[in-house]
């Protein structure tokens, strides 16, 4: 299978098949949204539980033992359909290892197919929801289109900001700005 244009340079190897060919399978059914919502509260939960995490990169169980697992959690989360379904032929093939990096090549043929750009926000700690939107907002007036805000938490930053578009990166954080002058002031000594 031959792929096409920019989404060939978006995803690649063996995450970039399978977020495309689930990107593919969400368009016929019109359903790219519903699955992009399942995807994120599977990744949710991936994030909340050292279980799940353990289950998914461990290669300690087998992929019945995997499936048999994922099929359980999918159920008790009331997750079903195209996505619920891709989970689990995912486990089958014991694949559960690349799920992380195929949701977030879906995410990002999602966010190429609606124009939006996306964006790593990195803080020193969690942010107030209306903190997030200024800076979805200040990011969108940069970018000149709809910005996905993804956001990570670091507290050795301390304080401050780091910032990644596309491949630009701003780093407005404090540990970097007190590395620059502890180096300055090491070459003035």
């Known amino acids: 299978m031959a792929e096409g244009g920019s989404q060939g340079s978006l995803v690649s190897g063996v995450a970039g098949r399978y977020a495309t060919a689930l990107f593919e399978l969400a368009g016929e059914s019109d359903a790219i949204d519903s699955v992009a919502a399942d995807l994120d509260t599977f990744s949710a939960m991936l994030a909340e539980s050292e279980d799940l ?9 087998s992929a019945e033992e995997q499936t048999a697992a994922i099929k359980a959690v999918l159920a008790k989360a009331g997750l079903s359909g195209i996505a619920a379904n891709f989970i689990g032929l995912v486990a089958s093939k014991r694949r559960l290892f690349a799920l992380p990096g195929m949701i977030a090549a879906y995410k990002a043929l999602v966010a190429e197919a609606r124009g939006i750009v996306s964006a790593e926000v990195t803080l020193a700690e969690a942010p107030a929801p209306v903190r997030v939107e200024e800076i979805r907002a200040a990011l969108a007036a940069v970018a000149g289109k709809a910005v996905d805000v993804s956001i990570k938490v670091d507290p050795a930053l301390i304080g401050g900001l780091i910032v990644k578009m596309g491949s630009r990166m701003v780093d407005a ?17």
């Open 53 to 61: 995490r353990r289950l998914v990169g461990s290669p300690a169980f």
């Open 173 to 189: 954080s404090l540990k970097t700005k007190l590395n620059s002058i502890r180096l300055a002031m090491k070459e003035v000594g």
